[in-house]
């Protein structure tokens, strides 16, 4: 939807961050702002898949949520989550072994941004 003085759009797909907008008017060229205009993105998790592991680890993860990039890192409990494959919605990672059964934090970070944190139960 657009007025001469509004511009309303759904963004998806982006990673987290801060951005300074760029609209093209079709047929008319960009659109001006205010120079200190900016638009933030945050990350979110919405699903873990599975929600369990066995001990030996070795369990694909998937976490599905929102403004995912490569430059995050995911720790299940305190150890590395190898990951295998990324998207902006979507990261796929290697669960490590542990010796103790329970409830783990899984965590999201990125340099510079806060953690993301959901639970998941490793049986």
Do not use: H, W
């Amino acid at each position: 939807m657009a007025t001469d003085t509004f511009i309303a759009c759904n963004v998806t797909d982006v990673p987290s961050g801060e951005y300074k907008p760029i609209v093209e008017v079709n047929g008319k060229g960009f659109a001006k702002f205010d120079s200190n205009t900016t638009v933030i993105f945050s990350s979110k998790i919405f699903n873990l898949s599975p929600s369990s592991s066995g001990l030996g680890g070795n369990v694909a993860i998937t976490i599905s949520g929102i403004g995912f990039s490569r430059n995050f890192s995911v720790t299940i409990g305190a150890k590395t989550c190898g990951i295998l494959t990324v998207s902006t919605t979507r990261i796929v990672c290697l669960a490590p072994a542990t010796k103790i059964g329970g409830e783990v934090s899984v965590t999201l970070e990125q340099p510079s941004e806060e953690l993301i944190t959901a639970g998941v139960q490793f049986v």
